[in-house]
Nanobody
Framework: QVQLVESGGGLVQPGGSLRLSCSVS????????LGWVRQAPGKAREGVSCIMRGDGSTHYADSVKGRFSISRNYAGNTLYLQMDNLQAEDTAIYYC???????????????????WGQGTQVTVSS
């Protein structure tokens, strides 16, 4: 059974940084993608970043490129999202996500066809 447990959210000022962590367990070899999605109030869920478990390649939404960085530990059971230069529009609940779905748009796959954790709130405000 897939278990994804996020931590590390909080309140930060614009321009600040946070590091999210996700404890991962229960994945099968068919869970090809591991990543992060977010959902802000009144907005659709958005794939933020993901890593392909096979080759380690990473993907980022245009809105976070150059500011966010995804990584995992050597054992592959912890996923991280380093978020720098946070802005008010980054305020959302962030979910760790995985999926067995295959396709050409991995961020859409984990957003639309994923299993998610309980989420952690990130609030960017002065």
């Amino acid at each position: 059974q897939v278990q994804l447990v996020e931590s590390g959210g909080g309140l930060v000022q614009p321009g600040g940084s946070l590091r999210l962590s996700c404890s991962v367990s229960g994945l099968s070899r068919d869970h090809y993608i591991l990543g992060w999605v977010r959902q802000a109030p009144g907005k659709a869920r958005e794939g933020v970043s993901c890593i392909m478990r096979g080759d380690g390649s990473t993907h980022y939404a245009d809105s976070v490129k150059g500011r966010f960085s995804i990584s995992r530990n050597y054992a592959g059971n912890t996923l991280y999202l380093q978020m720098d230069n946070l802005q008010a529009e980054d305020t959302a609940i962030y979910y760790c996500a995985t999926t067995r779905a295959k396709g050409l748009a991995p961020l859409e796959l984990i957003s639309d066809f994923g299993s998610w954790g309980q989420g952690t709130q990130v609030t960017v405000s002065s």
